[in-house]
C-alpha cells in the first residue's frame, strides 16, 4: 500500500502556541481519512501545512514519499475545499469550477469541457450558467467540490466542507461525498469537529487535541477501545470513570470508559440517584450519579423509566468497561 500522506514529527508553532505539536502519521492512498477534535486543535493548520499554505517549524511532510518542504502549493498534487465554499460571486458556475485552469493557461475548449465533466461528477450537469447566487447551499457546496476535483488531484483537502449547511442536507451530502470518494479513489483528508460525521464517513480517524494525535484508528476501535479519557469524552460522549472508582469495581487503578447506551436499570447492580430525565425521541438520556460520579445512562424508548430524584440500581457487561492509559500531559 501506498503512503500518499505522510507527517514526520510535524510542529507548527506561533510564538506559545502549538498549534500543530510533534504529529506522526500516514495516510494511506484510496483512504477516507478523517481529522476529529474540538476547534483549536490544530487541525486546519494540518491541511495547511500539506497544502503548502504554511511550514512546517519542525519536522517534515512527505507527498508520496517526496519530502515536500521546497514544493510551493501550486505544484502539490493536492487541493483544497473550505467550508465557506469562497465562489466567485460575478462568473457563473462553470467558470468558477473553469477557474484554476484558466489561470493555468489551460485553452477554453478544454476548460469547459473539464468543467462539465466535474460538475457531472457531483451531480451538478446542467447548472453551468448560473451564478453562485442562484444556488442552494448544497449546490453551492458541490461547485466548491468540482472546482477542486477539475484540478485532478491526487488528495483532496476538505475543512469543515460541510459545516454550513443545515442537518438535513449534510447528511444527504455525507453519503453524496462518501461515494464519491469511492468511485473515484481519490485519498480524502476531512477534517471535522463532528464525531459522528467522522465516524460514519471515514476509514480512519486521527483524534486531535491541543496540537497533538490522541489516537488513530478505524472508527470502531476509536469508538469502543479509546485510549485517552479525552478520546472517550469526545468521541463516543463516554462516561469516564476515575481510577479510584474504577479500582472498587475492578481491582485496576486507571480510568475506564463506559457507554451511556451500556449502562443498564437492574436491581441488585450499584445504586445510583436520577438527577435527570432528558426525553430525545427514541432513547431517554438519565443522568445519574454513583458514588458520587455522574454517570450518563441511555434507555431505549418502551422501556420503564424512574422518576428523578429516585434512587435506582444500575449495571453493565464486564466488557462494557473500558480501561485506558492516559496519554494527557
Ligand atoms: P482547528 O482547525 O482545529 O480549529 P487551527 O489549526 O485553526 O485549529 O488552530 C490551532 C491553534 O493555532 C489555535 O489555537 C489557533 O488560534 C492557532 N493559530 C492558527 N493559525 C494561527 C496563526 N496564523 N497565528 C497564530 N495562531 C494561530
Ligand atoms: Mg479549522
Keep these: 500500500m501506498t503512503t500518499a500522506i505522510a507527517f514526520r514529527r510535524v510542529s507548527r508553532h506561533y510564538g506559545e502556541v502549538r498549534a500543530v505539536d510533534a504529529v506522526d502519521l500516514e ?31 519542525a519536522g517534515e511532510i512527505e507527498i508520496f514519499g517526496q519530502p515536500c518542504s521546497k514544493v510551493p502549493p501550486y505544484r502539490r498534487p493536492v487541493n483544497t475545499v473550505f467550508q465557506d465554499y469562497a465562489l466567485f460571486p460575478h462568473l457563473n458556475v462553470r467558470d468558477n469550477v473553469a477557474y484554476g485552469l484558466m489561470i493555468a493557461r489551460v485553452g477554453k475548449a478544454e476548460r469547459h469541457r473539464a468543467a462539465e465533466q466535474a460538475l457531472e461528477m457531483v451531480a451538478l450537469p446542467g447548472y453551468a450558467d448560473r451564478k453562485p447566487s442562484a444556488l442552494s447551499g448544497g449546490q453551492r457546496q458541490r461547485v466548491a467540490l468540482a472546482r477542486a476535483l477539475v484540478n485532478k488531484p491526487k488528495v483532496l483537502l476538505l475543512d469543515e466542507p460541510l459545516g454550513a449547511l443545515d442537518l438535513k442536507l449534510r447528511e444527504q451530502m455525507q453519503v453524496e461525498l462518501k461515494s ?3 468511485q473515484l479513489g481519490i485519498t480524502f483528508i476531512f ?31 476509536i469508538y469502543d477501545r479509546p485510549e485517552t479519557p479525552f478520546v472517550a469524552d469526545f468521541v463516543g460522549s463516554s462516561n469516564v470513570l476515575p481510577p479510584e472508582i474504577v479500582e472498587r469495581l475492578t481491582g485496576h487503578r486507571a480510568h475506564a470508559s463506559l457507554r451511556p447506551e451500556a449502562v443498564r436499570l437492574q436491581p441488585g447492580g450499584h445504586d445510583a440517584q436520577v438527577v435527570e430525565l432528558a426525553f430525545l425521541g427514541a432513547v431517554t438520556r438519565l443522568t445519574l450519579k454513583m458514588e458520587g460520579q455522574a454517570l450518563t445512562a441511555l434507555v431505549p424508548k418502551g ?3 424512574p422518576e428523578k430524584g429516585s434512587t435506582v440500581q444500575i449495571g453493565w457487561d464486564n466488557d462494557a468497561l473500558h480501561l485506558m492509559g492516559s496519554r494527557d500531559g
Design 303 to 305: 422501556q420503564a423509566l
Design 180 to 182: 464519491l470518494q469511492r
Design 27 to 57: 495516510v494511506t492512498e484510496g483512504e477516507f481519512f478523517a481529522m476529529l477534535g474540538p476547534s483549536g486543535s490544530g487541525k486546519t493548520t494540518c491541511l495547511r501545512l500539506v497544502a503548502g499554505f504554511e511550514r512546517p517549524t
Design 191 to 221: 477534517v471535522t469537529h463532528d464525531q459522528g460525521e467522522a465516524l460514519s464517513m471515514a476509514d480512519r480517524v486521527a483524534v486531535f487535541n491541543e496540537g497533538r494525535i490522541q489516537q488513530v484508528g478505524r472508527p470502531e476501535d
